[in-house]
């Protein structure tokens, strides 16, 4: 697998894929919105091939493996929009969330102010098929995801963020609906909040334990890992299939399947790559990193400051 990894280089974002030895792949560059709120809603989705990616607020792009890329769908967003989109993991379908924000000198104190989102699916290409799913005039939500055919959905806040999130979606909750009706499906959400990012599996908040989320939206409690305590701020992260869970701190430890693994680094974890490897950030540093569980050993992506995922993607 290929790590998505952004940054922001001058007056442009950068999306690259990242290999497990630390080296870029391949990279491109974007044009940020003009505003974005929500610094937690993505700009970026994973699908078995490619990554896609926004350029400024209505353009979606695409990067594989072997450098190539192009462009293969319009947003219709507003001036002061803000779009997040989900492509599903054979290419055919986008799922998006527009954001619709007033121009920043109607802002409370620099607190933007809210005027709604719409949800909606369609062809990737040409925008054939289309479906309405959702409209709101308060609520903060958009797709992350596919798994199974049905959309994986966060729900999110107004505007985020500076710091470390627990999530990378400043998630209160995740969905998962059928993107042909918007019916829900399941949702897992455990007060103060979720931990980590989901795949197959979304770890809770206190006291930590993963809950599976079936290809048809059931879900059901995991046997394993063990609950451990909140590490708090450090993140943690469950494991592809849901049978280890990596734990953030002055140390990472790796728990289930055994003892725990004690590793040489500290810092907050951001994700399962695959089975071997996870993303973290080292303590006192903004860049990201990769560790090899196998090799005990770790590299450097100095141009990564978000995770976004996998190629192929581990949703699907």
């Known amino acids: 697998m290929l790590a998505v990894v952004t940054g922001f280089s001058g007056t442009k974002w950068e999306v690259a894929l990242a290999g497990t030895d630390g080296a870029i792949i391949t990279q491109a560059t974007a044009d940020p919105p003009i505003i974005q709120p929500n610094a937690a809603a993505p700009w970026t989705s994973t699908s078995l091939t490619r990554v896609y990616y926004l350029n400024a607020r209505t353009e979606v792009r695409f990067l594989d493996p072997n450098g190539n890329t192009g462009s293969v769908t319009r947003i219709p967003a507003g001036d002061y929009d ?3 989109f989900a492509v599903s993991p054979d290419d055919k379908r986008i799922a998006v969330s ?10 409370t104190a620099s607190f933007p102010k809210y005027r709604g989102m719409r949800m909606y699916v369609e062809d990737l290409v040409g925008g054939g098929h289309h479906v309405d799913l959702f409209a709101s005039t308060t609520v903060v939500e958009f797709p992350i995801g596919w798994t199974g055919g049905q959309l994986v959905i966060a729900v999110s806040t107004i505007a985020c963020c500076t710091r470390v999130l627990i999530n990378p979606y400043n998630a209160s909750a995740y969905h998962v609906a059928d993107p042909e009706t918007g019916k829900r499906l399941a949702s897992a959400t455990t007060a103060p909040g979720l931990w980590a990012p989901p795949s197959r599996w979304a770890p809770c908040a206190g006291t930590i334990k993963a809950r599976r989320h079936s290809n048809d939206g059931m879900e059901a409690p995991s046997p394993r890992p063990a609950a451990v305590s909140s590490p708090y701020p450090y993140l943690v992260a469950t494991s592809l299939d849901g049978t280890r869970v990596a734990v953030g701190g002055d140390r990472i430890r790796i728990m289930g ?5 004690v590793l040489s680094e500290s810092g907050y974890v951001y994700g399962w790559l695959d089975s071997s490897h996870i993303v973290f950030q080292r303590l006192g540093t ?3 990193s990769v560790f090899d569980l196998q090799a005990h050993a770790g590299a450097d992506w100095p141009v990564a400051r978000n995770y976004w995922g996998s190629v192929p993607t581990a949703l699907s």
């Not at 527009?98 to 802002?107: D, F, K, R, V």
């Not at 399947?257 to 693994?261: C, R, V």
Request: no cysteine; glycine share 10%.
């Open 286 to 288: 903004s860049s990201l």
């Open 257 to 261: 399947g055994g003892p725990d693994d």
């Open 82 to 84: 803000q779009s997040a």
């Open 98 to 107: 527009i954001l619709s924000y007033a121009p920043p000198w109607e802002w």
